[in-house]
């Protein structure tokens, strides 16, 4: 985890995702084309979105509510309004919120779109889907964009997602994606504290990365 750290603080990385994202790019799955801009995480550089892409292409979303909590680009969520889902799509980024509906006016697509800290303008609603690709390195995030890469010093993130999520998941699938390079046990034990386990429902092996998708569930 330490060394993807380093690897994502690189400077010669740092500089490059800086000269590729100087403008919004282009991005594009299953002909629902959006612009991501600088400020929002780049689903097009690591291997997280593109894993849920087609995780939750292979799902039945017709007529069911379907949250994407922290959406960024929110082509997951685009994805699954085209799929037939009730999306709700929220994210803590204004930014990525704002471009987001933009993105899909243009696809035709309709999503409710909330901003939000995790669940808290989410209350007493329920979904039959959440999906989350949380940030997940341990270290301050100095600014909006840098929230979704890491979840606080002492994994603040998922210390109040596990608060919260236990009362959604009566009615939800939670599916959460998690790489190697991150501290998987620790964020484990943060769930158990609040009697939340987790199952692996995929494993996806990519170059040098293995992603891991669990259902998060209740004890
Ligand atoms: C790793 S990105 C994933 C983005 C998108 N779901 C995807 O798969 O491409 C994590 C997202 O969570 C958002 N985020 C971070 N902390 C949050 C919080 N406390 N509440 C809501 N969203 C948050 C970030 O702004 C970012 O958009």
Same mark, same amino acid.
């Given at each position: ?28 799955? /299953?002909?629902? &084309? ?23 292409? $292979?799902? /039945? ?8 909590? +922290? %959406? ?10 085209? *799929?037939?889902? $009730?999306?709700? &799509? ?18 035709? #697509?309709?999503? *409710? ?6 669940? $808290?303008? #989410?209350?007493?609603?329920?979904? /039959? ?21 890491? %979840? +606080? ?20 699938? %939670?599916?959460?994606?998690? &790489?190697?390079? %991150? /501290? ?6 943060? +769930? ?11 494993? *996806? ?15």
């Amino acid at each position: 985890m330490r060394a993807f750290l380093k690897k994502i603080s690189h400077p010669f990385l740092k500089l490059g995702l800086r000269l590729y994202y100087w403008k919004p790019r282009t991005f594009c799955y /299953d002909n629902i &084309s959006i612009k991501v801009h600088p400020e929002v995480f780049p689903p097009q550089m690591t291997f997280s979105t593109k894993i849920l892409l087609d995780f939750i292409n $292979d799902l /039945d979303l017709k007529q069911k509510t379907f949250l994407e909590l +922290g %959406c960024g680009s929110g082509i997951i969520s685009l994805l699954a309004a085209k *799929k037939g889902a $009730d999306v709700t &799509s929220s994210d803590i980024n204004q930014i990525a919120l704002d471009y987001l509906a933009t993105n899909a006016s243009k696809n035709k #697509l309709q999503l *409710k779109i909330v901003h939000s800290d995790l669940f $808290d303008k #989410l209350k007493n609603q329920s979904f /039959d889907y959440i999906i989350i690709n949380p940030p997940y390195y341990p270290k301050k995030p100095k600014n909006i964009k840098e929230q979704a890469w890491f %979840c +606080g010093e002492n994994f603040e993130y998922f210390e109040k997602l596990f608060v919260q999520l236990p009362s959604y998941l009566a009615t939800a699938n %939670c599916y959460m994606i998690l &790489s190697q390079d %991150c /501290d998987v046990e620790k964020i484990k034990a943060i +769930g158990l504290k609040k009697a939340l386990t987790f199952e692996v429902v995929l494993e *996806k092996k990519e170059l040098v990365e293995t992603n891991y998708i669990f259902k998060v569930v209740s004890l």
